[in-house]
């Protein structure tokens, strides 16, 4: 089945250690997101890609970072983690086309819970 | 501003009775209208979607939503509720022109045996 994946599914990491999560898909979507999502929080969008174009929310920290070296995989890098980035980290992906065809349902994958020591 | 507003936090619920989760939507752009659904440590699983067309929406498991262009609201109801239902709700708007989708801060639906 195609899919969205997200590795690992849980990650602890050191205060200051970075770490890199990871996120791949099947379903061969141009558009890929990372979300943060806190306790009992809706999801936060840090940024996505548009092919290859980086969009950054402007509230996103300097901190957070992303690669996409090709459709297929997408990986988010927490350079210096900090205790407030502990969180539940969502990857979703979507296909955009022109006008007439945009549809703006993302498909989430499980998510990868960090946990910052 | 854009923005969703889901108007309850949670809703608890006894099985088999019928639920009514709110959410309500500003935008004065085009808009595209979404209920997710996320169980424990998952990520979010779309319930339905309203693009355009008919105004009563039908999903997956039961659930159904209703676009109200007049009171920007877009509500979601299961006539009858399991306990599996229990799980956080989250309705979703896009906007037309970008690629931001907005989301409310969630519903928690518990069920009750």
Redesign the interface.
């Known amino acids: 089945d195609a899919m969205?994946i997200?590795n690992p599914r849980y990650q602890v990491t050191q205060f200051g250690k970075p770490v890199t999560l990871s996120c791949s898909q099947t379903l061969n979507h141009n558009?890929m997101y990372w979300y943060q999502q806190k306790s009992?929080?809706?999801?936060k969008?840090l940024f996505?890609y548009?092919d290859k174009d980086f969009?950054n929310e402007a509230d996103t920290p300097d901190n957070f970072q992303s690669r996409r070296p090709n459709t297929s995989f997408c990986f988010l890098d927490i350079r210096s983690p900090g205790l407030g980035d502990a969180a539940?980290y969502?990857c979703?992906t979507s296909i955009?086309g022109t006008a007439t065809t945009?549809?703006?349902?993302?498909?989430?994958?499980?998510?990868t819970?960090l946990l910052v020591l | 501003a854009q923005s969703v507003t889901q108007l309850d936090s949670q809703v608890p619920v006894f099985e088999e009775a019928p639920v009514e989760l709110r959410c309500n939507y500003s935008s004065s752009v085009s808009v595209?209208l979404?209920w997710?659904v996320q169980y424990p440590?998952?990520?979010?699983?779309?319930l339905l979607?309203y693009?355009s067309g008919s105004t009563l929406v039908k999903g997956i498991n039961g659930f159904e939503a209703e676009f109200n262009k007049s009171q920007t609201s877009f509500h979601l109801r299961k006539p009858s509720v399991h306990i599996s239902d229990t799980a956080e709700y989250?309705c979703a708007a896009?906007m037309?022109g970008g690629?931001?989708?907005i989301?409310?801060?969630?519903t928690?639906l518990f069920v009750k045996a």
């Open positions: 969205v997200q558009v009992s929080q809706a999801p969008l996505h548009y969009n539940m969502l979703a955009t945009i549809q703006e349902t993302q498909y989430f994958g499980p998510g819970r | 595209y979404f997710y440590n998952q990520g979010l699983q779309l979607k693009l989250f896009y037309s690629f931001k989708t989301f409310g801060a969630g928690r």
